[in-house]
C-alpha cells in the first residue's frame, strides 16, 4: 500500500502525503501503512517535525472510504497502530504534526487534521462533518471538536453536516493560517524548519502534558508536572538541553538543542 502514502525527508522533517485518487479516501490498508509510518516518525530520535497533506488540489482527504465500507469493509475494522489514518490514536507522538489543508477535508479528513498539532490551510479548502447523512458517527471529531470551538458552533457542524469555509475555521480558532493554494506547503515547511530547530525535549513535554490534561483537573496535573511523574517532564528536567537553555539565556545567545 506504500504506493498511496508517500514520504519524503529534508533534515529533521518528515512531509507525508496521502495520494490515493480520486478523494484521498482511507480504507483500513492505508489506514495501517499511515499508522506505520507515524510509529517510525516517533521513535526515530532524529525526526523532529512532521507535515501531513494530501496530494492534488481538490481534496486534503475524504475520510474513511465508503467505496471499501460498501464492498465489506466494517468502520469499526483495524485501522493499525495508530487508529485511523496513523495518528488518531497513535500514543506517545510527541512531536509537533502540521496539517497542510491542501482542499477538502470531509468526515474523517476533517477528523485527520484535528488530530495534528497545527493546521494551515488554503484558501480553497472545505471541512464538513457529514457522517450522520450516512448513518454513521464522527467520533473522533465528536469528541475533540467541542473541545477546539464553542459547543454549539461543534453541534451544528456535528448535526447539520454543513460546510465551513477556511475564514470561518480560523476565526473559531482552528487555524493558524490561511494562503492562497499555491503557497500552503511552503507555508507549511517554514513552520516546520522552525520547529525543527526549536527544543525537542520542550516540545515532548508540551504534548504530554496537554494530552494529560484534557482529562485531568488543573491541580492533578500541576502536581503530576512537579512531581516528575510524566517522563517526557522527567526527562526534560534531567537533560542537557535544559542546563544548555538557562546557560544560552545568561550568556545571550542562541541555545544549542542536542535533544538529550
Known sequence: MSEFVRTRTDGAVLEVTLDRPKA??????????????????????GMRVAILTGAGDRFFSAGWDLKAAAAGEAVDGDYGVGGFGGIQELRDLNKPVIAA???????????????????????TARFALPENRAGTLADAATVRLPKRIPYHVAMDLLFTGRWMDPDEARRWG??????????????????????AAGPPLVFAAIKEVARIAEAQ?????MNMVGRRQLASVDRLYASEDNKEGARAFAEKRDPIWRGR
Open 217 to 221: 483537573s488543573f491541580q492533578t496535573v
Open 174 to 195: 482552528l487555524l493558524k493560517d490561511v494562503l492562497p493554494a499555491a503557497q500552503v506547503m511552503a507555508a507549511a515547511w517554514r513552520l516546520a524548519r522552525e520547529l
Open 24 to 45: 484521498n479516501a482511507i480504507d483500513l490498508a492505508t489506514s495501517r501503512h499511515m499508522g506505520e509510518v507515524f510509529r517510525a516518525f516517533r521513535d526515530d530520535e
Open 101 to 123: 489543508v491542501n482542499g477538502l477535508a470531509v468526515g474523517g479528513g476533517f477528523e485527520l487534521a484535528l488530530s495534528c498539532d497545527l493546521i494551515l490551510a488554503a484558501d
